[in-house]
């Protein structure tokens, strides 16, 4: 079994999130369902839908991961209200819901994993990221905050998976958020500007072991 692992391609887990709140759209999806199958450095892209809905969400995030035991997960979602692709830090544990999932619910003040820690941070190196998008001309920015409806959930799922699922040791991970598409409002970015960074945040994250540091949005 280890020997056929070995033999296939590595793989890149991309996530995005399917429409909610009224919209018939999500950017996250769009931009992950246009990557899906592209390779990046000897890795095929494995895009995924995610449900917006509190717990289902991770119930299919663990799955994929079993299913396809990839090197490295980025999830994306949406962000309303944002101009740039957003490199997420810190995810936490709390459900605080300002509208219904798509099942619904609207949990308020609730943990995402009881028990868990209050807070991790990401595993993918945002400051890297952040610099190679902004040479190359991609509107970006790190985010301090995830904020607390399901983006936020799976984020902090998928980094609680990855501190203790001993078959996620050397898996690395996290968030980022994307701005709303021209046609759902502004301010806005074109889905092929965010696939466009994505794929490139991706390129970095797997040629970068460790994160460097720079001051966010210092480089011009």
Not at 96 to 110: E, L, Q, S, V, Y
Not at 111 to 130: D, E, N, R
């Amino acid at each position: 079994m280890q020997e056929g692992k070995s033999s296939q391609t590595p793989k890149v887990l991309v996530t995005g999130f399917d429409p909610f709140g009224g919209a018939k759209v999500n950017p996250s999806w769009e931009a992950v369902h246009a990557l899906h199958g592209t390779m990046v450095d000897g890795h095929q892209l494995v895009g995924a839908e995610i449900p917006t809905v509190f717990d289902r969400s991770l119930e299919v995030l663990r799955e994929l991961i079993r299913i396809h035991q990839p090197r490295l997960i980025v999830c994306t979602g949406q962000a309303a209200g944002r101009s740039a692709i957003s490199l997420e830090r810190v995810a936490i544990n709390v459900n605080d819901a300002r509208i219904r999932d798509n099942a619904g619910r609207k949990p308020i003040d609730t943990p995402v994993i009881p028990g868990a820690p209050a807070a991790y941070f990401t595993k993918l190196p945002i400051k890297a990221m952040l610099t190679g998008l902004l040479e190359a001309g991609v509107n970006a920015e790190v985010s301090q905050t995830a904020g607390t409806f399901v983006c936020n959930h799976v984020f902090f799922g998928l980094m609680h998976e990855l501190a203790t699922n001993p078959g996620c040791r050397d898996v690395r991970g996290g968030l980022i958020h994307v701005p709303w598409l021209p046609e759902q409002g502004q301010p806005s970015m074109r889905v092929s500007e965010i696939v466009e960074g994505l794929r490139l945040g991706i390129e970095i994250a797997l040629h970068t072991d460790r994160d460097i540091r720079v001051e966010a949005g210092a480089i011009s």
